[in-house]
């Protein structure tokens, strides 16, 4: 059964980049049926979906937060990451990483998600 | 890119049936049979429910169904029960760089 797993800091100051890493287990991030997603959730509102990478590397990105956000993965230790630069308050919020079916683009495996505050 | 538009709440006794709609544009939900619903129960990740506007993942209730209609896709759960209680989001593809949710539904079993 594939896990996925978030990891990262929790508390971020304003300005500075946000990183976080998913670590996937019992499946690979190489597989060409999948894309790999990140998906946020401010406290107390929906959820936005952030941007998704391939095994490829290519990359597709909400054109909300796109310019300050870069996706990568790393095959060899079988996880990806997020990075956003520049955070502000608006940027607190849960974040999960998912595996999302390339035909179908549903998102049918999810992280618990881990929760990010930014403040000073 | 716009959120899909989904009711705040919608309720229902045990038993019952409800219905919850998500309404998109023709460049999303009116173009693209790829509409999925997720159930969120409070402090969890979310889980998949259905996908391709209709088709139900093995180990969901056949409780669930989903529709479309137009620009309008709909989750109906029938024979409601307490453990139902959630929240739930539409998604929609509609191209490369537009995955759109919707805002959500909160589910409340009277």
């Known amino acids: 059964q594939v896990q996925l797993q978030e990891s990262g800091p929790g508390l971020v100051k304003p300005s500075e980049t946000l990183s976080l890493t998913c670590s996937v287990s019992g499946g690979s991030v190489s597989s060409g049926n999948y894309y790999w997603s990140w998906v946020r959730q401010p406290p107390g509102k929906g959820l936005e979906w952030i941007g998704c990478i391939y095994h490829t590397g290519s990359t597709n990105y909400n054109p909300s937060p796109k310019s300050r956000v870069t996706i990568s993965v790393d095959t060899s230790k079988n996880q990806f990451s997020l990075n956003l630069s520049s955070v502000t308050a608006a940027d607190t919020a849960v974040y999960y990483c998912a595996r999302v079916v390339v035909p179908t683009k549903a998102f049918d495996m999810w992280g618990q998600g881990t929760m990010v505050t930014v403040s000073s | 890119q716009s959120a899909l538009t989904q009711p705040a709440s919608v309720s229902g006794s045990p038993g019952q049936s409800i219905t919850i709609s998500c309404t998109g544009t023709?460049?999303?939900?009116?173009?693209?049979?790829?509409v999925s619903w997720y159930q969120q129960h409070p402090g969890k990740a979310p889980k998949l429910m259905i996908y391709?506007?209709?088709q139900r993942p093995s180990g969901v209730s056949n409780r669930f169904s989903g529709s479309k209609s137009g620009n309008t896709a709909t989750l109906t759960i029938s024979g409601l029960q307490a453990e139902d209680e959630a929240d739930y989001y539409c998604f929609s593809y509609a191209g490369s760089t537009t995955w759109v949710f919707g805002g959500g539904t909160k589910l409340t079993v009277l």
């Open positions: 391709e506007d209709t």
């Open positions: 023709s460049s999303d939900v009116g173009t693209y049979n790829l």
